[in-house]
């Protein structure tokens, strides 16, 4: 299915912008610039990052800084941008030069302490991690990102107590409860784990390394079924989250490649993670906003959810103001073949005939290059963690 979703999308040109994507590193206070030749550049580029079109964002950030090279806060947003990246070293580069401009910039820096842990660099990654702390203590990401670095040094009664702080600022991330859980399992208290585990997972239940975590903990107190359980939806989310990694780190340095786009809403989908599902579908939608092909993607991947009736519906509704969109009538031919309705199905192939002189078909491409990261991205404070 996913290379006939693949077809529909492949050689678009976007028509409008994505959704707006993460939140840029928020000034400190009192840190605000004064107006200056740069700001033009820097408001292109915030759009750009707004986009997650990265390189277009570095790009003219880099133009705003030839203008003013001593704005810390353009420092700061290159750090950011780079850190999306994944290119840490460049990132930290960015941060060390915006705190140096501007002190006040600790605050928002922890981006810095996780590139640092990503290289491996644990020991730099905690010295940065307390700068940005003994600038902003509640700092929700610098604290389980050095609660994260300390386990990972061995230290797991201090990283505990970090993991513990970043808990109680926000009861309510995920991050933060999986990275206190596999520390409780580490001190060989799995019995403390499991309800911080279980916490998070009802917050995200897509999220394979909370169900890894679970299952060491379950056999860790002879839980020997639920272990099991744990164990195997663990590695069904895996492989769903090995596909749609690969796809979101396409799109870190092709933000336009709408062919992805299409691929990774298509993977949400049958991971069932409607929130990001609908968020990724309505940027497909946004950069095809007039092309059939866009709301033929969609309804293939409503047909391989079991929801045709809904399907045949989004069809008909952009049918009725694009009658002579062939790739729509292809995949409305095709839906209700799937239905059961032939003389449905008759109906649209005759438009198909009438439009391109062929009979309908159900496209087919080869499929994407699907390889596994390096690393699953919640192990370590790195990419995607702030928001």
Known sequence: MIQRLLSLALALVPAAAAQDGPDMPAAPSQSAPSRSPADARFSVARQAYQQRNFPRAEQEGLAALEQDPKRADIHAF???VRYRMRRYGDSIESWKKAVELDPKWFAEAQPAGHCYSALGKHEEAVAWYKKVLAAKPTNREALRGIGITLEKLGQLDDSEKYLRS???????YAPALLALGRTLIKKDEAGAAVPYLEKAKQIDPFEPDIEYELSLAFREL????????ASDRQKTLQSQRTTIDTLRNRLLTAPMD???MVALADAYDQMGDVKNA???WDRVFALGREDGRVRAARAMSLLQ???AQTAEKLLMEWLRTHGTDVPAWDAL???RKQRGNVEGAEEAAAFVRKLAQREPQEPKLPKLEITKPASSPASA???GADK
């Open 166 to 172: 970043a808990v109680a600022i926000d009861p309510e």
């Open 381 to 383: 404070p790195a990419p």
């Open 78 to 80: 290159l750090g950011a």
């Open 222 to 229: 002879g839980m020997d079924a639920k272990a099991r359980a």
């Open 258 to 260: 709408l062919s992805a």
């Open 305 to 307: 959810q079991g929801s």
């Open 278 to 280: 609908r968020e990724t």
């Open 333 to 335: 031919w095709f839906v």
